[in-house]
């Protein structure tokens, strides 16, 4: 790597891309100088970039382009920021244009869903290519809210007539009989996740109406037996919990016009010792079969608490030297 030392100037004549570019209290910018090591100075309508050569080429890279992410979004996030960079080191910067277009839906609020990273584009874009899609990947990835997005919006496109969201009803070890209540009050908990997505994109009013219809169907993966699932767009979730025979019976179910996606972290399983996953399994029985597609997302793909991935990284490391140890 060159030791030269240079500086860049970068015009920005719009106010509000220096207000977004900067962030509050220049923590954006206090971002970029630190992870580049530079340092980033605001002369009137001009920025300038002073380091070591190389270094200034990546962080002029990466702020040209998240002017660009300002133009379209009118905001930027630390997201944004810490994902670009990364594409920056790969020399990627470019296919952040990838995600500026592709609105999902808008939510009831006016917020307006796009995927935020590369991985979740492809998910989404496999929603769109086929009948039968695996998100596999960890917390944090938008596996579950992706797909309650795309299930809003074919539902709203009148391409389906229904929404169905299930899950199995197992968590950490606990049964439902010691669950207190009555059995809805048992499942509740488990499908709080895709509650709570529902309730944002569609509005509590919208959601509660629909509901009532019989247009949108929460229940727990032992209600899908037996029934045929036709125009309608069924999202199975936390399918890492389902067992083999589970997952046979969830995707035999499917009927004529409709869509399932099946989400799920292989690496959280919670099911009773001696019951494998019928998602793990699932991935080896189906891999080759056309009109179904398994996207897998990883760490990078993580949208939470930055502390996330890093909690992903750790856990992988600590997995991988049980792993060798045990050879």
Do not use: W
């Amino acid at each position: 790597m060159s030791k030269e030392v240079t500086e860049k100037k970068i015009k920005i004549t719009n106010e509000d891309f220096t207000r977004e570019l900067y962030g509050n209290f220049d923590e954006n910018i206090k971002l970029i100088e630190k992870e580049f090591n530079v340092d980033i100075v605001s002369r009137e309508e001009e920025i300038r970039i002073i380091g070591i050569k190389d270094d200034v080429n990546l962080a002029e890279a990466l702020i040209q382009k998240l002017i660009e992410i300002v133009k379209v979004e009118g905001e930027l996030t630390t997201q944004q920021i810490r994902y670009a960079t990364k594409l920056v080191y790969q020399g990627n910067e470019d296919k952040m244009n990838d995600l500026l277009d592709d609105a999902v839906c808008i939510t009831f609020s006016g917020k307006t869903i796009k995927p935020k990273t590369l991985g979740q584009k492809k998910y989404i874009d496999s929603m769109k290519n086929n009948d039968i899609v695996f998100g596999i990947g960890p917390a944090g990835t938008g596996k579950t809210y992706l797909a309650v997005a795309k299930a809003v919006q074919a539902f709203k496109n009148k391409e389906v007539d229904r929404i169905i969201l299930t899950r199995p009803a197992v968590e950490a070890g606990e049964k439902l009989g010691f669950l207190p209540g009555d059995l809805q009050d048992k499942v509740d908990p488990y499908l709080r996740p895709v509650y709570d997505a529902l309730f944002d994109i569609f509005g509590g009013e919208a959601f509660l109406k629909n509901r009532e219809r019989g247009l949108i169907e929460i229940a727990p993966l032992a209600y899908m037996r037996g029934r045929t699932l036709d125009s309608a767009f069924v999202i199975l979730d936390e399918a890492q919990n389902t067992t083999a025979e589970q997952m046979k019976m969830f995707l035999t179910r499917l009927g004529f016009g409709s869509k399932a996606i099946i989400t799920g972290d292989i690496t959280q399983v919670d099911l009773p010792n001696g019951k494998a996953s019928g998602l793990k399994q699932v991935t080896n029985i189906l891999q080759d079969v056309k009109g179904i597609e398994f996207i897998y997302l990883n760490k990078n793909d993580v949208v939470r608490h930055r502390l996330v991935q890093k909690i992903i990284e750790a856990y992988e490391i600590h997995e991988n030297k049980v792993e060798s140890n045990k050879k």
